[in-house]
């Protein structure tokens, strides 16, 4: 506390009708229906939030209009201290992924699955993709590149965190890829591009983004998403490989792109619930 938790309400009254969301105790929570929540690609589904207000535990009841009938079980929230939970607190791994609004909302909704660039559209390096195929991210310490991210190419932008407990996060079947600067480290379990040695991070993008003259049997993007569970390392830019153009980001910010293992481990239901979307309403929780 203070927090916001958002939920989704499925269905409707007798007659189809909205049903009235309702606390309890408005001493401990309210609940808030933002514009921005609206038009989810699921029919019938609305999406509220819970504002945590004060210590204590309330309920948060679903009823019909006009007859007060309660139309659904009581969800229990309580807001507080850890002294309120049996449990000690849960420590989280979380993850931002900036896009337009539209696409953000279904990002809540569905299963990932790898993205990415389409054959037509693969037309020079800059439109390749750093480590290739997967579900790219910014982490914890980046999620304001996430929301600049977002705003900078669409109006209308909402940027969807994803959470992992430690637990989830250290268990996550396969190998990781981590590459903690742009052109010293060469971690053991990277691939070997050039001249038989495991590649840098520069080697490592540069052979994705196709800079370098090597033989590529397709012209798509590279796709280590079964190799790797996650892939993660600073942010490329033209004038990082000598190119005339855009500077890299600093090498302390860095991304996460996710591979298969990964992505089904944000994809478990647990995982899925926890979900959360930024939009110009809530942006300054960020």
Excluded at 17 to 46: H, M, T
Excluded at 200 to 215: A, G, Q, S
Aim: aromatic share 12%; hydrophobic share 35%; glycine share 10%.
């Amino acid at each position: 506390m203070p927090d916001i938790v958002q939920l989704a309400l499925w269905g409707g009254g007798p007659s189809g009708e909205d049903l009235d969301i309702v606390v309890a105790d408005p001493k401990v929570g309210r609940v808030q229906f933002p514009g921005e929540l609206a038009g989810f690609p699921v029919s019938n589904l609305r999406v509220f939030e819970f504002i945590g207000t004060g210590a204590g535990q309330t309920e948060i009841l679903a009823k019909v209009p006009r007859t007060g009938a309660s139309y659904a079980m009581p969800i229990t929230a309580s807001v507080g201290g850890v002294s309120t939970y049996t449990n000690p607190p849960v420590s989280f791994h979380k993850f931002y992924h900036g896009t337009n609004l539209a696409s953000a909302k279904k990002l809540m909704c569905i299963d990932l699955t790898p993205m990415t660039v389409p054959e037509a559209l693969l037309l020079d390096v800059n439109e390749y993709t750093d480590f290739g195929k997967g579900f790219y991210t910014h982490p914890e310490e980046g999620k304001r590149k996430a929301i600049e991210w977002a705003k900078r190419r669409n109006h209308e932008w909402g940027v969807v965190r994803f959470s992992l407990t430690s637990k989830e996060y250290n268990t996550i079947l396969g190998k990781a890829l981590f590459f903690p600067d742009k052109y010293k480290t060469r971690p053991g379990n990277a691939p070997k591009l050039f001249h038989g040695q495991n590649s840098t991070w520069i080697e490592f993008v540069e052979f994705n983004r196709h800079v370098r003259l090597v033989d590529i049997k397709r012209p798509k993007d590279n796709d280590w998403t079964a190799d790797y569970c996650w892939m993660r390392g600073p942010i490329w830019g033209r004038a990082d490989s000598g190119l005339p153009g855009a500077p890299g980001l600093p090498e302390k910010y860095h991304q996460v792109n996710w591979g298969l293992s990964g992505m089904q481990a944000l994809n478990t239901p647990d995982a899925k619930r926890r979900r959360f979307l930024f939009t110009k309403h809530n942006e300054h929780m960020l």
